[in-house]
């Protein structure tokens, strides 16, 4: 069993490590999360832009991605400008 | 007088202002309710709005407001003597810029986190949020050309401060990809970072960095043109990559640099070797009201610091009870680091030296500024805690260089995103690209830095006082909005109000003052921004009457 005064140097020194994550993390997170999202929109278009008309050579490669981005596809096509589905044969509004 | 006495009448004042003085303003004007739903739980997202510990916001703040500006402004201002720039800045944090962070906090945690600017056009007028945008933008582009000068004079005094305030540009690079990208805890790349920053130093003293001139242009011009290429190219990189691990490391810097400093002037106990008031000031010395208002503007209070407290802070604050903690405490970074920026240009020479440095200059932009800082504080870490003075020099020289750098960065950025919202707004589609509108914010970074001091780039410091000026009129709009905010309220105003009029004035009349030195000195670029100031000046205050009587014949009125 550890000694209570390293459980306890321990525990503060994991807390210490946290309370410096955050402050690095603190004043740039939205600014992390949008540029993240914004590379997220740019791969979405990657995979369905032969869905949508225009030609992409990385298709093939791409197809199988296709079902498990599914559930983020409203979401992007809103962001995106476009109020409804561009795609004819998926409707998700 | 010894340093010591300063450094602990200052401390205890500052302190003692958070104590008491804040207390008064949360219990009393603010009225801050721990009960109160804050944005960062009422509209949580995890991304924008977190409820986040009070000391990160603490550091963050603290961090944030204490950069270059209170280091140069106060190593200009001893000019007078020690004892007014003392004064002001000691009073300053504890009545104007303390109250003024945690007000805008308050406010804008009020008013679902909005930034100070939409809150100017929310709580004031759209009027007053245009002049806002103006004063912003011309805030952005004095601070990006001052920086620029002062980093560029700074390698030139010392060019052992080269290497290694490049190499934290790489160090920085290095702990964004480590993080982000390789999936490495904080800990490590943080002391790693931080060795080979202060390793680097004894090999930028190996390696001192000295520009010749080539094709006409002289070494102060060539730095400054380096300076502006790179924080082009920075502020187009992902904020992960190098804003946000520059950032950290200068808060790290910011710790280190005011331990060595406070830590050597309590082992040294130096005397302060200036006069309390100088009577030899050098020929063409502006007069000491309104100037030493706005020459110490960040130090004392800085509109600068509405834009952290509205912008990230208020959206992570837990509870509104930490407005006090984070705001008020916040402020004393940069009141912490003026104070000890003016023991180091004051007692860290022989009154010889502080003469020929001070009093014998030869005009008021060549005196002080980071390179007395830099002399008269590695004297006295050299002394305090036995470090070369070679190694004290470099050090003070790049965390200074740092701090400004830094500012740069992110105000080159803010600069694009302005133009290209002019862009859309005025549906001028070139500007809206990333590339275009860098360019923009660049050249006209450029045009304000030579035209201000010459093709040389060495008299740019000229615009220092215009830049506190404008720096002024910020602080006095987000004191407006505050004020207004207590007036509908029904709560007294006469503690954000006087601080207001008072900051705004005093801008009014150096804006006022510099225009005739100015136009004299032939420099046309300055005049026609001093003029704008003026004339944005006169609309705050107008704005402001309006605005309080509108309100107070608004509380003045029946019900119903």
New interface residues.
Partial sequence: MQEPWRRRFGARLARA?A??????T??????????RRDEDDLFMLFVYAELMGVPNPATYYTLELQPLLLERFHEWHNRMGLERSPLDHFRCC | MNAVVLAVIGLIAVFSGYRFYSKFMAEKIYQLDPDFKTPAHAMRDD??Y?P??R???W??HFT?VAGAAPIIGPSIAVVWGWLPAFLWVVIGTMFFAGVHDFGAIWASVRNKALSVGSLTGEVVSHRARNLFMIVVFFLLLMVNAVFAVAISTEFINTPASVIPAWTAVFVAVGIGIL??RVGV???WP?VVGTVILYAVIYLGELFPVTLAETAGIAPAAQWILILFLYAAVASML???LL???R??IN?IQLFVGLGILYGAVFIAAPTVVAPPINPNVPAGTPPIMPLLFVTIACGAISGFHGLVSSG?TS??LNTETDARFVGYLGSLGEGTLAIVAIIAVTAGFSMTEWQSAYANAESFGAVGGISAFVEGGSRIASEGLGLPIGFAQTLLAVMAVLFAGTTMDAGVRLQRYIVQEWGTIYRIPALTNGYVATAVAVGACLVLAFGAGGADGTGGMIIWPLFGTTNQLLAGLTLLVISVMLVKLGRPARYTLIPMVFVTTMALLAALYQLSSLYAEGRYVLVAIDVVIIITAIFVMLEAASALMRERRAAAAPAG
Wanted: net charge positive; glycine share 10%; aromatic share 14%.
């Fill in positions: 490590r309370l410096l994550g955050e402050f690095y603190a004043p740039y997170r939205g600014a992390v999360a949008r540029a | 991304i924008d977190v986040t510990n000391v990160v916001l550091g963050h944030a993080l982000y805890g904080i800990t943080t992902p904020v992960w804003l946000q691990p950032d950290y808060g990230t959206k992570q």
